[in-house]
């Protein structure tokens, strides 16, 4: 990772602007934090090294110097994040990433400074293709977190705390690596600045005990893999009795015969040569039964019908996308004596006109043997 190229890292081209340099950085950050990545010492060090990469490249300056002498060039200038590193900048992109709103979307990270835990929560929620399409009314099991009552959320026993000899109580630790300098959360106390004198025995040191749930959930039509939903009040509880939100996001199964994308559905027709040579209506399924496709005479391979309407309801707007019917003609892997003598009279009866290779050709034919005479 470490002599990855600080744009191959960011995933941007050398010609990015700060604009899409900042957003490909959130994209990525948000990936790899630590926090979605508990104990992968690889995510760890890739989001340290995104966030070097960041801190460089935003900095016109350093961004100049980079480009033309690369990392080297900075170490003699005494450049990287030493001295010129924005902690609000990097907030500002955290808030950005956790931050927001309500129902589809946005999330917030909410936690009080005396606890061990956000109040909001994500989950992963399976869907089958059909659920997702139509909608559908689910009963989830979860598991939310409880402040433990023994030690009052501080995870020590008697909820006896003493200043952490690590950070000296400051809740971070500053790291170097190479001509790097940057404050990260200290390790010891997680952050906290202070640490237990003796472990709880009733939460094991944890601070909060899980509490089973199961709520039922209302999935509306139309929603794919990624799309997030918040069920409000039902996150982790605070101290005070507060609840969080708990997240949802959903991950959709594919079906055998329908490939969605978006709000239009695809769908492969199998149509023998005989069909798409003389035309006939076919029956086909569609997401509400079936419906009829009429073959026009000559239907190409991959050629393809479009049914408006007839696709899947965006989720926000509840207006429907199309249904996509595409061609494969099939031809027979092999023939019977009686079947071949049917075909080549066939093509007989069409006389030139069945064979367009001769006249698309003749000119060439001429061509190439005039290259060769003397």
């Known amino acids: 990772m470490l002599d990855l190229d600080y744009y191959e890292v960011l995933e941007v081209s050398r010609s990015c602007s700060a604009s899409e340099l900042k957003k490909s950085y959130r994209k990525l950050a948000m990936k790899y934090h630590p926090d979605r990545n508990p104990d992968d010492k690889e995510a760890e060090e890739t989001f340290k090294y995104l966030s070097e990469a960041y801190e460089v490249l935003k900095d016109t300056e350093k961004r100049a110097i980079y480009d033309q002498y690369g990392k080297d060039g900075l170490e003699r200038r005494g450049g990287g994040f030493g001295g010129g590193q924005n902690m609000d900048d990097i907030m500002d992109i955290f808030n950005s990433m956790f931050g927001g709103g309500g ?31 139509f909608g559908v009314e689910k009963k989830i099991d979860i598991k939310y977190k409880v402040s433990c009552d023994d030690c009052n959320g501080t995870g ?6 003493e200043s952490c000899d690590y950070c000296n109580g400051q809740g971070q630790v500053v790291m170097k690596q190479g001509f790097m300098s940057f404050a990260q959360p200290c ?5 906290e600045g202070q640490k237990a004198t003796s472990s709880c025995g009733s939460c094991s040191a944890r601070g909060y005990h899980e509490e089973p749930e199961t709520i ?3 999935i509306p039509a139309g929603v ?8 409000q009040g039902h996150g982790n509880k605070s101290k005070q009795g507060q609840r969080g939100d708990l997240y949802i996001t959903f ?4 079906d055998e015969n329908f490939i969605r994308e978006g709000s239009d559905i695809y769908i492969e027709v199998p149509v023998f040569f005989t069909q798409a040579v003389l035309g006939e209506t076919i029956t086909i399924p569609s997401l509400d039964g079936e419906i009829e496709l009429d073959l026009k005479i000559g239907t ?5 019908f479009v049914f408006e309407d007839e696709g899947v309801a965006d989720v926000h707007s509840g207006r429907k996308g199309r249904l996509i019917a595409q061609v494969k003609v099939i031809y027979p892997k092999k023939l019977k004596d009686e079947q071949k003598e049917l075909l080549e009279k066939l093509q007989e009866s069409f006389g030139v006109e069945s064979r367009p290779h001769t006249n698309s050709f003749e000119d060439a ?4 043997k005039g290259w060769f005479k003397k």
């Open 103 to 133: 129902g589809f979307g946005g999330r917030q990270q909410r936690r009080r400074p005396d606890q061990k835990y956000n109040l909001d929560f994500e989950i992963t929620l399976p869907l089958k293709f059909n659920e997702a399409i």
């Open 156 to 161: 020590a026993e008697g909820g006896k705390l």
């Open 187 to 191: 390790p010891k106390c997680q952050g």
């Open 216 to 218: 039922t959930i209302s």
């Open 224 to 231: 794919d893999s990624g799309n997030r939903l918040r069920a």
């Open 251 to 254: 991950d959709v199964a594919d």
């Open 300 to 304: 190409k391979d991959k050629e393809q």
């Open 365 to 368: 034919f001429k061509r190439v």
